[in-house]
């Protein structure tokens, strides 16, 4: 009986710490990941035009650099071409209708706006 006991502890104590490192585990730095696509801000809206499964399976949650015309800008945000909606996570100081590129998570599509949503974006130039 103490042995079952004892066994039964054992697991429960692994588990917990299984589980305790998988909830609390490290958040990913995109700024210090390399980027496992570099694409055009219109190139990347006509792939998840085309077929947004396909593309969803390339890109989300993937590191990306986007490079393209900076059309809009907020204090924690920038647009690129009008299709590319990024959430910086610093702000920074870009210019209006300067030629820029991204790094970020792709994050997913908006099939009614037809834009491209990152997050945790940093401006590389």
């Known amino acids: 009986m103490k042995k079952k006991l004892l066994l039964l502890l054992g697991i429960l104590a692994i588990g917990s710490v299984l589980a305790y490192n998988y909830i609390y585990q490290d958040h990913r730095n995109i700024s210090e990941e390399t980027a496992e696509y570099k694409v055009t801000s ?27 015309i900076v059309t809009a800008k907020d204090a924690n945000s920038v647009t690129l071409d009008n299709v590319i909606f990024c959430t910086l996570s610093n702000s920074s100081t870009v210019a209006l209708h300067s030629n820029t590129t991204i790094k970020g998570r792709c994050i997913g599509f908006d099939d009614l706006l037809e834009e491209v949503k990152l997050d945790q974006c940093t401006i590389i130039k």
Do not use: C, P
């Open 42 to 68: 219109t190139n990347l809206v006509e792939d998840f035009i085309k077929d947004v499964s396909t593309t969803q399976d390339k890109y989300l949650n993937k590191t990306i650099e986007v490079t393209g």
